[in-house]
């Protein structure tokens, strides 16, 4: 992977300012395809729904209810965003009213370790992010008033 953000991101350097800029060559295919995989895998969406069916097979309403903040139409793109990429299965039952249940695929449940470390990181490193937030609002707070004071006509 990180061979990949080097060729991602390769750049050439202005002499005059030495600011590194993207060139304008297209990417290495491997690497348009990881940024594909992970645009897909690293969705808030993405993330939220496949640990709900982590769970187990779901009915949409079910989905709903679980994934907090989602919108039905937000959670219909993103089932067909994971069903198209081979994460989701999408059973329809023929009753009255027709009864749809989504169950990861074992590609979907193999997922599943990635975020749990993903979730385990978050949740052990969030206190020091938030510390780093207030210290640089703190910075950012300290230099606004220090601008104020030098631009203010006496």
């Given at each position: 992977?990180?061979?990949?953000?080097?060729?991602?991101?390769?750049?050439?350097?202005?002499?005059?300012?030495?600011?590194?800029?993207?060139?304008?060559?297209?990417r290495?295919?491997?690497?348009?395809a990881?940024?594909e995989?992970?645009g897909r895998?690293?969705d808030?969406?993405?993330?939220?729904?496949?640990?709900?069916?982590?769970?187990?097979?779901?009915?949409?309403?079910?989905?709903?209810?679980?994934?907090?903040?989602i919108?039905?139409?937000m959670?219909?793109?993103?089932?067909?965003?994971l069903?198209?990429?081979?994460?989701?299965t999408?059973?329809?039952?023929?009753?009255i009213?027709?009864?749809?249940?989504?169950?990861?695929?074992?590609?979907?449940?193999?997922?599943?370790?990635?975020?749990?470390?993903?979730?385990?990181?978050?949740?052990?490193?969030?206190?020091?992010?938030?510390?780093?937030?207030?210290?640089?609002?703190?910075?950012?707070?300290?230099?606004?008033?220090?601008?104020?004071?030098?631009?203010?006509?006496?």
């Open positions: 992977m990180i061979c990949c953000v080097k060729d991602c991101t390769r750049g050439t350097i202005l002499s005059d300012t030495n600011i590194p800029v993207r060139t304008m060559a297209p290495p295919e491997g690497c348009r990881v940024a995989t992970l895998i690293g808030k969406w993405t993330v939220m729904v496949v640990g709900s069916l982590a769970q187990g097979p779901m009915r949409y309403n079910h989905i709903l209810r679980t994934v907090e903040g919108s039905q139409r959670l219909t793109l993103t089932l067909k965003g069903e198209q990429d081979g994460l989701v999408r059973t329809m039952y023929p009753t009213p027709p009864r749809v249940d989504y169950e990861l695929t074992e590609l979907g449940r193999l997922l599943i370790a990635p975020l749990q470390s993903l979730h385990d990181w978050a949740t052990e490193h969030r206190p020091a992010m938030l510390a780093a937030r207030a210290a640089f609002a703190e910075k950012e707070s300290e230099a606004a008033s220090q601008r104020a004071r030098f631009t203010t006509p006496k």
